[in-house]
């Protein structure tokens, strides 16, 4: 296949995207004579194939700047996903040439950088907290955490040590999905129907969290910020959580349960509806770790990424109300609230 003959056709060419990223991210990143090393907390979900992708002997930068070189397993008992799959990851990346840590403050002193890719979202923010002291910018996983004001919490602790974070699902930067927001055969996003699996609950999250996010992703990636309310509702086959924007267009996010999966959408614009891309890999989400970690720019706001987990909470809250509509901005307001200390127990005399 030939490339277009110029720029401008280049960019409104999908196919292209990739080739696209990856030329301004290998840019906008420095050169060093020696990699990033990054240490891993979390070895129970993503951190052998991101480190197998990081360590292939073919990966181009920003990719190839990158080098794990410790990890802490922190696996998960009561999850147990976690619990089945820690020995034999924590295995894997000894094989890759991690050096294995027996906690994180022994891990901190031997790296640049930190990935927080524990599967369970409930340390997390403890987990952040020992990096950013130690003032290690940090990427974490999802999701983020267990809760929307954990998420606030992370970051309040993140600005103090003046540290910077981020958090994506992979699926905002699949070309495909990505490549939407500007897809001449749409025009201007009036709406979309994101969908995906969200057979996959944690225990102690809200129900969209951890596979949720992705679908979700795709639906805020293709719509923008901006939704104001989210009603939810749940079936035997699916969730449906319907968004509406503050230009009033509406979005819904599909939460598969039963029969086929697949991650995807469909875009409704004013010149037309096209179907978004797929999921691409990982490789797209570790290049913008990689810029992160040389730059330490995040490449999405934190009132972006607070938004799509207020969608998600607040959907649970729709559903406990019968599918009511809720505010996301009250659910925002209420995560950034400080906690109200419990009164001390009365006297006795």
């Known amino acids: ?59 181009a930068p920003p990719v190839s700047n990158l080098r794990i070189a410790a990890a802490v397993p922190a696996p998960s008992p009561d999850i147990p996903f976690s619990r089945d799959h820690i020995e034999q990851n924590t295995a894997r990346m000894r094989a890759l040439g991690v050096e294995i840590c027996s906690s994180i403050d022994q891990m901190l002193p031997k790296v640049d950088a930190v990935m ?29 955490a267990a809760s929307l004001a954990d998420i606030v919490q992370i970051d309040r602790d993140a600005k103090a040590a003046g540290t910077p974070w981020f958090s994506n699902s992979s699926l905002r930067y699949s070309a495909g999905i990505a490549g939407m927001t500007r897809d001449p055969r749409v025009g201007r996003v009036l709406g979309c129907d994101a969908y995906g699996n969200n057979v996959s609950i944690l225990p102690g999250h809200p ?11 795709i639906l805020f990636t293709i719509m923008g910020p901006g939704c104001r309310t989210v009603s ?5 086959a699916a969730d449906l959580a319907v968004g509406t924007w503050a230009d009033g267009r509406m979005g819904t996010f599909r939460g598969i349960l039963r029969g086929a999966t697949a991650f995807g959408a469909t875009v409704f614009g004013e010149k037309g509806i096209a179907p978004a891309g797929k999921f691409e890999g990982y490789e797209p ?28 909470e607040a959907a649970d809250e729709s559903l406990r109300r019968g599918g009511r509509p809720v505010s996301i901005p009250s659910v925002l307001n209420e995560a950034r609230a400080p906690s109200t200390p419990p009164e001390p127990p009365a006297q006795r005399h």
């Open 207 to 217: 129900s969209l969290f951890y596979y949720g996010i992705h679908g979700c992703e």
């Open 116 to 144: 927080v890719l524990s599967i369970d979202g409930r340390p997390h923010p403890r987990q952040a907290r020992a990096a950013f002291a130690a003032r290690k910018p940090v990427f974490i996983d999802k999701p983020v």
């Open 285 to 312: 989400l570790i290049a913008q770790i990689a810029t992160f970690f040389a730059t330490r720019q995040p490449p999405i706001s934190l009132e972006h990424t607070l938004e799509i987990y207020a969608f998600m």
């Open 1 to 59: 296949m030939k490339p277009p003959a110029s720029p401008l056709t280049c960019a409104a060419d999908n196919r292209w995207l990739p080739c696209l990223l990856g030329c301004a991210l290998a840019a906008a990143i420095p050169a060093t004579a020696a990699p990033i090393k990054v240490g891993i907390i979390g070895l129970d979900a993503h951190a052998v194939p991101w480190t197998e992708i990081i360590h292939n002997p073919t990966a």
């Open 232 to 236: 939810r509702v749940h079936g035997d």
